[in-house]
């Protein structure tokens, strides 16, 4: 009987001992598959912290539809009337082109593929959305930000010379065309088109050059790898500016659709470089004139749908210098 006890004794020791293991080293790893499993089989993601946990608040959840997918594929690519004529209202055009037979063409210069649709118990799939303020500058958050997986930049975001407080990584980049620059060949391109001559600009950039206008003056050309250009999808643009912004504004800002790009495809987000800086000032952060805010964007009303992400433990907010 005393060596019975003792044996139990002894086994129980070495479970408490490995089960302490594990917890010390989940900790000091905090990516570290199994052991979240074993406490949290059901968690969606195996990152600390997962965008959509299965006891989501209410709030959250009435916003967030993952049936609509971010990016433009052939298959869905089909819009329907309502969401044709709100898209082709955004920016004017003299002459429309027909949106199907735009969209066979660009799928023959770029890849039809459905990206991102890989989540799962296993996948921790972090994000940095790198906005443009002039709250980086002194930030030093550039080994931060370059530690994701995706680095989403937008629009210009020059990052030599700036390293130390934007970083140097950048995954994936969000433009349109009247803000398009070169790119080197392991960034994705990411388009925000806003009528189909964006598409059609794309596609000429890309092959001929032959459009070089807009409603401005455009880039005839550009340097990007068509193995990784993707469109945001039209029907995705709409469901953020009905489901998120819920009609405020004219159509959300690049800033924003590009964080709402990054809660559907990615388990954390963290968010740099929106916003003012500390005293108050508006300007990019490669800039020292201050930025004019546009009309067309409501930045109150995105800012304060920002906080609540930030409130609701869905985002995490880096507010810079």
């Not at 459905?114 to 906005?131: E, F, I, K, Q």
């Not at 952060?285 to 805010?293: A, L, P, R």
Request: net charge negative.
């Amino acid at each position: 009987m005393l060596r019975r006890r003792i044996r139990t004794i002894a086994l129980l020791f070495c479970v408490i001992t490995f089960t302490m293991f594990l917890f010390s080293y989940s900790l000091w790893d905090p990516s570290h598959f199994f052991f979240k499993q074993a406490l949290h089989p059901k968690r969606p993601c195996s990152c600390r912290h997962c965008l959509t946990e299965l006891d989501d608040d209410p709030w959250f959840a009435d916003h967030l539809n993952r049936s609509i997918h971010p990016l433009m594929t052939r298959e869905n690519s089909v819009l329907s009337e309502e969401t044709y004529k709100w898209w082709q209202s955004l920016q004017s055009v003299k002459q429309r082109a027909n949106f199907s037979e735009v969209v066979e063409e660009l799928f023959q210069v770029i890849p039809d593929e459905v990206l991102y649709m890989d989540a799962s118990p296993m996948r921790c799939r972090t994000c940095a959305v790198v906005g443009n303020s002039g709250n980086l500058i002194g930030s030093d958050y550039g080994d931060l930000i370059d530690s994701s997986k995706f680095v989403f930049r937008m629009n210009h975001a020059p990052t030599r010379g700036f390293e130390m407080d934007v970083g140097t990584r950048t995954t994936h980049h969000v433009m349109y065309p009247e803000s398009a620059i070169d790119l080197d060949n392991d960034t994705r391109l990411v388009l925000i088109p806003y009528k189909t001559l964006d598409i059609q600009w794309l596609i000429s950039a890309l092959t001929t050059g032959t459009i070089k206008q807009t409603y401005q003056s455009v880039p005839a050309r550009i340097k990007a790898n068509r193995d990784k250009v993707v469109i945001y999808n039209p029907t995705f643009f709409k469901y953020v500016y009905d489901n998120w912004l819920e009609g405020h504004g004219r159509y959300p800002s690049t800033g924003f659709l590009s964080l709402l790009l990054a809660l559907h495809i990615c388990d954390e987000v963290s968010v740099f470089g929106f916003g003012a800086d500390q005293s108050g000032s508006w300007h990019h952060y490669w800039e020292d004139n201050h930025m004019k805010h546009t009309g067309v964007h409501d930045g109150d009303y995105e800012h304060n749908l920002t906080s609540l992400l930030v409130e609701n433990h869905k985002i995490k907010m880096f507010r810079g210098t």
